[in-house]
Nanobody, 117 residues
Framework: QVQLVESGGGLVQAGGSLRLSCAAS????????MAWYRQAPGKQRELVAS???????AYADSVKGRFTISRDNAQNTVYLQMNSLKPEDTAVYYC???????????WGQGTQVTVSS
């Protein structure tokens, strides 16, 4: 079983930066593909960024060039560096993990990110 705990959310002005962290318990973190999702009020949850076991990354078009996902397998942690934040980035951000070939079935509780204009 894997437990995920996000941190680093908060209130920031447009143009600012935040760094989200997701700490994982358990011994299988290094074999999981990890991702960050977000859900804004009244909208569906959307995939923001993902990182594979081999550190191959992918991003939603809306965050390309502004957000960077990374992982530290020694610390069982995945990060999301968010720069040039916009009000439309306001959402609850969730950390998620999946085994190879599986679906994202490990989820954190979420952390609120609010970007003021």
């Amino acid at each position: 079983q894997v437990q995920l705990v996000e941190s680093g959310g908060g209130l920031v002005q447009a143009g600012g930066s935040l760094r989200l962290s997701c700490a994982a318990s358990g011994s299988i973190f290094s074999i999981l593909t990890m991702a960050w999702y977000r859900q804004a009020p009244g909208k569906q949850r959307e995939l923001v960024a993902s990182i594979t076991v081999g550190s191959r990354t992918a991003y939603a078009d809306s965050v390309k060039g502004r957000f960077t996902i990374s992982r530290d397998n020694a610390q069982n942690t995945v990060y999301l560096q968010m720069n040039s934040l916009k009000p439309e980035d306001t959402a609850v951000y969730y950390c998620a993990g999946r085994r190879a070939g599986g679906s994202f079935n490990y989820w954190g509780q979420g952390t609120q990110v609010t970007v003021s204009s």
